[in-house]
């Protein structure tokens, strides 16, 4: 009787056991069911230690494909209307190409300790490419990557040689400029104001994109025996009263080119000059739909259109190396009529022939449409 019962008592912990197994293992599959569908198709936020110091946190976007996705990181130094549009067209542009990729987007804010920071969690997570946007961040991520082989496709850099993104110890680094024809910027002024005496040029001090911008034009004026002054800012907080400082020197045009401090407060650069009746001419039409007057400048949809075009370059086998930085195949003439009536223009309607108008005089955007 103790053997029978012995017996089946262990028949029964052998059921037990098996049964155990059984949902061990239906728990796993689901498990793993559930975490192939998270990682496949969906976009999520994470606000982890990873970027803390980024308030619009990290965004993540995985394509539908199976498999182990193509991870690209596209990092910003702060948002403006130019450098928004040219991470939404870059991720467009990718996420259509029909390619396995996920996508990380990150944001510091105008903070360069964040910008550091986040390019440091990028590279320990290990991604397959990077795409800095703006010149500093294509410096930090030089710098953050210096013995990576992960190719750095920038966007965004006026001058790629002045930043140092070119030469023997930058192979896997590539990308799209966006250096203006400062000269033509000049030019334009002259188109709308005849009889203008003297320019001036405001500028970020440490922003080598915008620096560069403003010697290319001061060389040109010098060229051609224009009067101009300049102001440089270390910070916004400077921006009012730099602005004002020069049109109290009496410049008749204010000019700025790609600069990402000031695009990114154009409210305030616009509320001065335009109260002194003085026009903002400017490197990109973005800024000029954000306030700027007038602009012989950069599309950044096409910027982003040809960045993205890059990368997909590279995802197919063409080393970094191989690529020069390219440059805008071509520039437009924008201008903002509203803006034009808020420092009390007079220009004649030929002045405005071949411009693309950005804004109305009633407020009405043609952006980015």
Same mark, same amino acid.
């Given at each position: 009787?103790?053997?029978q019962f012995s017996i089946f008592l262990s028949a029964m912990v052998l059921a037990a056991s098996l049964s155990a197994c059984s949902q061990n293992s239906n728990e796993t599959a689901a498990q793993e069911n559930s975490s192939a569908?998270?990682?496949?198709?969906t976009e999520a936020t994470d606000s982890g230690s990873a970027s803390q110091a980024d308030s619009e946190g990290t965004e993540t976007t995985a394509s539908s494909q199976s498999g182990t996705p193509y991870r690209i990181a596209i990092v910003q130094p702060m948002s403006h209307t130019s450098l928004d549009q040219i991470r939404d067209?870059?991720?467009?542009?990718?996420?259509?190409?029909?390619?396995?990729?996920?996508?990380?987007?990150?944001?510091?804010?105008?903070?360069?300790?964040?910008?550091?920071?986040?390019?440091?969690?990028?590279?320990?997570?290990?991604?397959?490419?990077?795409?800095?946007?703006?010149?500093?961040?294509?410096?930090?991520?030089?710098?953050?990557?210096?013995? $990576?082989?992960?190719?750095?496709?920038?966007?965004?850099?006026?001058?790629?040689?002045?930043?140092?993104?070119?030469? $023997?110890d930058c192979q896997n680094i590539t990308g799209v400029s966006n250096n203006i024809p400062a000269a033509e910027?000049?030019?334009?002024?002259?188109?709308?104001?005849?009889?203008?005496?003297?320019?001036?040029?405001?500028?970020?001090?440490?922003?080598?994109?915008?620096?560069?911008?403003?010697?290319?034009?001061?060389?040109?004026?010098?060229q051609e025996g224009i009067a101009y002054e300049e102001a440089a800012i270390a910070n916004l907080s400077e921006l009012q009263a730099a602005a004002e400082s020069l049109i109290a020197d009496g410049v008749d045009?204010?000019?700025?080119?790609? $600069?990402n401090s000031i695009a990114s407060a154009m409210?305030?650069?616009?509320?001065?000059?335009?109260?002194?009746?003085?026009?903002?001419?400017?490197?990109?039409?973005?800024?000029?739909?954000d306030g700027g007057f007038a602009t012989v400048g950069v599309n950044y949809v096409q910027l982003g259109e040809q960045v993205a075009?890059?990368?997909?370059?590279?995802?197919?086998?063409?080393?970094?190396?191989?690529?020069?930085?390219?440059t805008l195949s071509n520039y437009a003439q924008y201008v903002n009529l509203q803006a034009a009536d808020r420092f009390g223009a007079d220009f004649p309607e030929s002045a405005y022939e071949g411009y693309e108008v950005l804004v109305e005089s009633d407020g009405t955007s043609h952006f980015n449409q």
């Open positions: 009787m103790k053997k569908q998270t990682s496949s198709g067209t870059i991720v467009t542009n990718l996420n259509e190409s029909g390619q396995n990729i996920e996508i990380i987007t990150e944001n510091a804010n105008n903070d360069t300790t964040a910008l550091a920071t986040i390019l440091n969690n990028v590279r320990s997570q290990g991604v397959d490419l990077v795409i800095p946007i703006a010149t500093s961040t294509a410096q930090s991520a030089k710098t953050v990557f210096d013995g $990576d082989p992960t190719p750095i496709v920038f966007a965004a850099v006026s001058d790629p040689t002045a930043a140092g993104l070119t030469g $023997d910027i000049v030019k334009l002024i002259f188109n709308f104001q005849p009889d203008c005496e003297t320019i001036g040029f405001l500028y970020t001090s440490s922003e080598t994109n915008s620096v560069s911008t403003i010697n290319a034009a001061k060389a040109y004026c010098d045009a204010l000019y700025t080119g790609n $600069d409210a305030t650069y616009t509320d001065v000059a335009y109260a002194a009746g003085i026009p903002i001419y400017c490197g990109a039409d973005s800024m000029v739909a075009d890059m990368v997909l370059e590279i995802m197919n086998g063409t080393a970094p190396s191989e690529l020069p930085y390219e």
